[in-house]
Structures are given as structure tokens and as C-alpha cells.
């Protein structure tokens, strides 16, 4: 069974920082892209980050790229997102995804983080950023 459980939401002041994992089970992580997406109240979901093994390589949003790193430790099957310098727009429930129709994050560039794209989603976690 295919499970993805994201932890590390919580509150932080503007500036602060926070690191969300996404522990997977039910596959072998290193064949599926995992996405970061976010959703703030009373606005669409949207895609924040990917990143593929198969090419070792990321995306970002523009408006997270510098301050946002994804990273994966496929010996412990967990996908990590650093989130630094967090500003208030930033509050949302942040979801992890798993697809296996993406091979290269930087090929596929803003393609790999639509969520039509995405077979398996956790149950998110929430981000708030206020001061």
C-alpha cells in the first residue's frame, strides 16, 4: 500500500525556518519524482518543488527558488523540503506527491509540479508564518 505521511509543519515567525519530511512506504522512491505542493485558504493548490533521482535533479516555483531546497534520503525512503526565510504568503497546507510519469524535474521544468501529474498524495501538514 502506497503511503506518503507528511511532519515538521508548525508556526514560525517571518524570517524563520522550517523542514518538512515526507516518509513514503509501498514503492521504491527511487523510481517515482516527489512533489511539494501547497494550498492557502481560499486559493488553489499549487506546486512548489519536485525532485527526480533518476537525473538527480530539482524545480522550484520562482517565487520559492533561493529560499526552498528539496532533498531525498532514499535509504530512509523520506523526501525533505528546507523552507528558509519564510515570509507570511508561505502559510498553507504543504502536501507531498509521487508520480512515476516524470524522469527529470529539470527537463520538465513547471510541467513537474502540476498536480495532474501525481498518482499518490499525503495528508499534508500545516505551514503558518505570522508574526
Known amino acids: 500500500q502506497v503511503q506518503l505521511v507528511e511532519s515538521g509543519g508548525g508556526s514560525v515567525q517571518p524570517g524563520g525556518s522550517l523542514r518538512l519530511s515526507c516518509q513514503t512506504s509501498g514503492f521504491t522512491l527511487d523510481e517515482y519524482a516527489i512533489g511539494w505542493f501547497r494550498q492557502a485558504p481560499g486559493k488553489e493548490r499549487e506546486g512548489v518543488s519536485c525532485i527526480t533521482t533518476s537525473d538527480g535533479t530539482t524545480y522550484y516555483r520562482d517565487s520559492v527558488a533561493g529560499r526552498f531546497s528539496v532533498s531525498r534520503d532514499n535509504a530512509k525512503n523520506t523526501v525533505y523540503l528546507e523552507m528558509n526565510s519564510l515570509k507570511p504568503e508561505d502559510t498553507a497546507v504543504y502536501y507531498c506527491?509521487?508520480?512515476?510519469?516524470?524522469?527529470?524535474?529539470?527537463?520538465?521544468?513547471?510541467?513537474?509540479?502540476?498536480?495532474?501529474?501525481?498518482?499518490?498524495w499525503g495528508q499534508g501538514t500545516q505551514v503558518t508564518v505570522s508574526s
Open positions: 506527491a509521487a508520480t512515476n510519469r516524470i524522469t527529470s524535474a529539470q527537463a520538465m521544468g513547471v510541467l513537474s509540479i502540476i498536480d495532474g501529474w501525481y498518482n499518490y
